[in-house]
């Protein structure tokens, strides 16, 4: 039935003088091409590329298409706590909607990814003084967390527990940083067997 209505309405297509697309999606087989038409490939301009060595393990890439994108980058070994890491850093740029060269410079180490461009959102300025000083405060206080996680995860400074022991005796209740005792750490009692 689908086969008859398919050719019925291309029988009134041509009969009505109806212009038929000459590419229709379609190949001679029947199977669908998609609704993108093949664009031709961008060509390359220039590209280098200057890979690690026995000497260095140092590299650095660059490449420019012709429609105007260019990316470079360089990595270099870095030694971050006894372990070798790539640490990279570079550019690209490329044209937006309006034609105008768009840059971006990056890094990437072990402070993370950092981007910095003209086109990247930036915070708005903090209105207030009081506001301020409390965001500066709260940044310092997550910056003195991070540190006391990063040196404890680090440190060997607690002994093993004790051979057929299940618990340990709970540490003093610490103070928090405004004098006030924090909340009463629990208690342990320890079995041995």
Do not use: C, H
Request: proline share 6%; glycine share 6%.
């Amino acid at each position: 039935m689908n086969k008859f209505v398919a050719v019925l309405s291309f029988i009134v297509a041509v009969a009505s003088g109806a212009r038929i697309p000459r590419d229709s999606g379609y190949s001679q087989s029947g199977s669908q091409r998609g609704n993108a038409q093949a664009q031709a490939p961008i060509g390359i301009v220039s590209s280098v590329y200057n890979g690690p060595t026995a000497e260095s393990q140092n590299f650095d890439f660059a490449f420019e298409t012709e429609n105007g994108i260019r990316q470079e980058a360089t990595g270099e070994m870095k030694t971050i706590d006894d372990t070798e890491v790539v640490v990279m850093r570079g550019s690209y740029t490329y044209l937006d909607a309006e034609g105008r060269d768009v840059t971006v410079t990056w890094e990437a180490d072990e402070n993370g990814y950092r981007a910095e461009s003209d086109i990247l959102p930036v915070a708005p300025e903090i209105p207030f003084e009081e506001q301020r000083q409390a965001v500066a405060a709260q940044i310092a206080f997550a910056q003195q967390e991070e540190q006391a996680a990063a040196a404890s995860s680090t440190s060997n400074r607690y002994a093993p527990a004790p051979a057929n022991s299940y618990s340990a005796a709970a540490p003093a209740a610490p103070t928090s940083q405004y004098g006030a005792a924090s909340p009463a750490q629990p208690t342990y009692t320890q079995y041995n067997y």
